[in-house]
């Protein structure tokens, strides 16, 4: 880890970041759908009873990001992540043991989603956007692959263990699975190149020196505080735009197999649309992350939110007629879609509040964001129950999207935004953050 060290640290936490957001997400969002077919028919719950666990998540997970924000600032990413493996472990060995309602809200609702958050996007990013200032865009978007690639790896390998072994044992194996190989990498993390004698990006004392390193000074310097962002309407801007848009992952990811076994198709196919999606958004993520570190990153997120919600819109249609070849290019580009926005959402709350605070930023984000965020599924799912079909609730939240890109291109200008004044020499090497 040391300054003469041939590898920068950093690139192991990209990797790190990779394995912990496969597990968080996977448990929390793409393997949801193979498991409610099989759970509700043997609990005799409805589709909106098993959902209503992963739309208290997210009320949860608001809660416990707003907590931890400040301390990932101080304490680093390990500890949280360390504590998060543990409960999410043993919440998803529990799960299998489920016999009523109440122990599937409590269990997924809450201990999975307080687990899956310690280990998860909100931990990382913040890790990531400390690390790197100049390769932020894309040592995000590498990391932020193993998101898609829990629906590459883990959907249809969870749909056919299912099918084969039962649902009881395909949570068993997911909590063994999590433990053995998250484990190793939780422990890999560090809070800050600082810490260690090392500079943003791996640059050396010369680089930062240089004008090289001015981009990551200034990025630190200019950092604002939790109280300074909640008191600038660019914050809840930036809020309301990707909380339309987090609506659709949720409902998207809980419904695909269910709304395409409605319409007649098998769970295997069902499954494998969530690959297809899932492919492209992760070979895409280095891709975008490239262009954000080059170019502005507002009309790439505009175009990337607009491109998500067009698609769903799209698959709706497609799946009406009947149509294999529209579905399987509307998931395709759905997919597209969905590879830039972790990217560029995190570039961008990053360009405009600095990596100082930003995880007292970003959690403060996260209560705004995830409540407005958390009705969707659910009301997806009551939807459905009442009217039989998924068609009308699906092209309301693929309108919602569009509208978050027209919100995102109504940001301001990056210079447009004050900037807290410069800290000293004392300041800039002290670690940590206050909680404001």
Same mark, same amino acid.
């Given at each position: 880890?040391?300054?003469?060290?041939?590898?920068?640290?950093?690139?192991?936490?990209?990797?790190?970041?990779?394995?912990?957001?496969? @597990?968080?997400?996977?448990?929390?969002?793409?393997?949801?759908?193979?498991?409610?077919?099989?759970?509700?028919?043997?609990?005799?719950?409805?589709?909106?009873?098993?959902?209503?666990?992963?739309?208290?998540?997210?009320?949860? +997970?608001?809660?416990?990001? @707003?907590?931890?924000?400040?301390?990932?600032?101080?304490?680093?990413?390990?500890?949280?992540?360390?504590?998060?493996?543990?409960?999410?472990?043993?919440?998803?060995?529990?799960?299998?043991?489920?016999?009523?309602?109440?122990?599937?809200?409590?269990?997924?609702?809450?201990?999975?989603?307080?687990?899956?958050?310690?280990?998860?996007?909100?931990?990382?990013?913040?890790?990531?956007?400390?690390?790197?200032?100049?390769?932020?865009?894309?040592?995000?978007?590498?990391?932020?692959?193993?998101?898609?690639?829990?629906?590459?790896?883990?959907?249809?390998?969870?749909?056919?263990?299912?099918?084969?072994?039962?649902?009881?044992?395909?949570?068993?194996?997911?909590?063994?699975?999590?433990?053995?190989?998250?484990?190793?990498?939780?422990?890999?993390?560090?809070?800050?190149?600082?810490?260690?004698?090392?500079?943003?990006?791996?640059?050396?004392?010369?680089?930062?020196?240089?004008?090289?390193?001015?981009?990551?000074?200034?990025?630190?310097?200019?950092?604002?505080?939790?109280?300074?962002?909640?008191?600038?309407?660019?914050?809840? +801007?930036?809020?309301?735009?990707?909380?339309?848009?987090?609506?659709?992952?949720?409902?998207?990811?809980?419904?695909?197999?269910?709304?395409?076994?409605?319409?007649?198709?098998?769970?295997?196919?069902?499954?494998? +649309?969530?690959?297809?999606?899932?492919?492209?958004?992760?070979?895409?993520?280095?891709?975008?992350?490239?262009?954000?570190?080059?170019?502005?990153?507002?009309?790439?997120?505009?175009?990337?939110?607009?491109?998500?919600?067009?698609?769903?819109?799209?698959?709706?249609?497609?799946?009406?007629?009947?149509?294999?070849?529209?579905?399987?290019?509307?998931?395709?580009?759905?997919?597209?879609?969905?590879?830039?926005?972790?990217?560029?959402?995190?570039?961008?709350?990053?360009?405009?509040?600095?990596?100082?605070?930003?995880?007292?930023?970003?959690?403060?984000?996260?209560? @705004?964001?995830?409540?407005?965020?958390?009705?969707?599924?659910?009301?997806?799912?009551?939807?459905?129950?009442?009217?039989?079909?998924?068609?009308?609730?699906?092209?309301?939240?693929?309108? +919602?999207?569009?509208?978050?890109?027209?919100?995102?291109?109504?940001?301001?200008?990056?210079?447009?935004?004050?900037?807290?004044?410069?800290?000293?020499?004392?300041?800039?090497?002290?670690?940590?953050?206050?909680?404001?």
């Amino acid at each position: 880890m040391g300054a003469h060290s041939r590898i920068y640290y950093g690139y192991w936490l990209v990797l790190a970041g990779f394995v912990t957001q496969f @597990f968080s997400v996977g448990a929390m969002n793409y393997s949801i759908g193979a498991f409610m077919l099989p759970m509700t028919s043997d609990l005799s719950w409805t589709r909106a009873e098993f959902i209503l666990p992963r739309s208290l998540g997210q009320f949860v +997970m608001a809660f416990t990001g @707003f907590y931890i924000g400040s301390h990932v600032d101080r304490l680093g990413a390990r500890p949280f992540m360390l504590a998060g493996l543990a409960l999410l472990t043993a919440a998803l060995w529990a799960l299998s043991l489920i016999q009523t309602w109440w122990q599937w809200v409590l269990l997924n609702g809450i201990l999975l989603t307080v687990g899956a958050a310690l280990i998860g996007s909100l931990v990382v990013n913040v890790t990531l956007s400390k690390w790197f200032v100049a390769h932020r865009g894309q040592a995000i978007g590498w990391a932020s692959m193993g998101v898609s690639f829990a629906g590459i790896g883990l959907t249809p390998v969870v749909t056919g263990f299912i099918d084969a072994h039962g649902w009881r044992a395909g949570w068993q194996a997911m909590a063994v699975a999590t433990l053995v190989l998250a484990l190793p990498a939780a422990l890999m993390m560090r809070r800050a190149p600082e810490d260690h004698g090392l500079n943003p990006d791996g640059r050396s004392a010369e680089q930062m020196a240089s004008a090289d390193g001015a981009r990551a000074q200034a990025d630190y310097d200019a950092s604002l505080t939790r109280q300074q962002a909640l008191r600038m309407p660019l914050f809840y +801007m930036l809020v309301g735009a990707f909380s339309m848009f987090q609506v659709l992952i949720p409902v998207v990811l809980f419904q695909t197999i269910p709304f395409m076994t409605d319409a007649g198709y098998s769970r295997s196919t069902a499954a494998l +649309m969530i690959t297809v999606a899932s492919v492209p958004a992760l070979v895409t993520k280095p891709l975008w992350g490239w262009l954000i570190d080059r170019m502005n990153p507002k009309p790439l997120a505009a175009f990337s939110v607009a491109l998500s919600g067009a698609a769903l819109i799209m698959i709706v249609f497609s799946v009406q007629a009947r149509s294999m070849n529209l579905e399987y290019l509307a998931f395709f580009l759905l997919g597209i879609g969905w590879g830039g926005t972790i990217p560029m959402q995190e570039v961008i709350w990053a360009s405009y509040f600095g990596r100082r605070y930003l995880g007292a930023v970003r959690s403060a984000a996260l209560p @705004f964001a995830l409540i407005l965020s958390a009705a969707g599924p659910l009301a997806v799912g009551h939807y459905h129950d009442r009217v039989g079909n998924y068609d009308g609730a699906f092209l309301v939240v693929g309108c +919602m999207s569009l509208l978050a890109g027209v919100l995102i291109l109504c940001l301001p200008r990056r210079s447009d935004v004050p900037a807290s004044k410069p800290l000293s020499a004392p300041a800039r090497a002290g670690a940590g953050a206050p909680d404001d």
